[in-house]
């Protein structure tokens, strides 16, 4: 399965950006999708993710700024980052699992985006 991730940049303290990863490939189910971030030298984090039933799952660091959604249509995650802060820079990472048409599951990860918040 591949992920295409878009929508990272540059964007002022304060400042909304949103990102999008859409999965394609011969898929059957996506159980799973999120967005993980890592810093250079550290491990990487869960951001936010959501279930096939529409369960949210969000780090303590952004809740209430930060909005996780999917269009099953378009095998697409979304997420929506507003109130960013300089913390909030990192590469961000899209992540889905699930099953292909052949029901052998899968789980696979998206080349990162790039989100920098200037002071």
């Known amino acids: 399965v591949q992920l295409q991730a878009s929508g990272g940049g540059l964007v002022q303290a304060g400042g909304s950006l949103r990102l999008s990863c859409a999965a394609s490939g011969g898929i059957f189910s996506i159980n799973r999708m999120g967005w993980y971030r890592q810093a250079p030298g550290k491990q990487r984090e869960l951001v936010a993710d959501i279930t096939s039933g529409g369960s949210t799952n969000y780090a303590d660091s952004v809740k209430g700024r930060f909005i996780i959604s999917r269009d099953d249509d378009k095998n697409t995650v979304y997420l929506q980052m507003n109130s960013l802060k300089p913390a909030d820079t990192n590469v961000y990472y899209c992540?889905?699992?699930?099953?292909?048409?052949?029901?052998?599951?899968?789980?696979?990860w998206g080349k990162g985006t790039q989100v920098t918040v200037s002071s």
């Open positions: 992540y889905a699992e699930g099953t292909i048409f052949t029901r052998v599951p899968y789980s696979d």
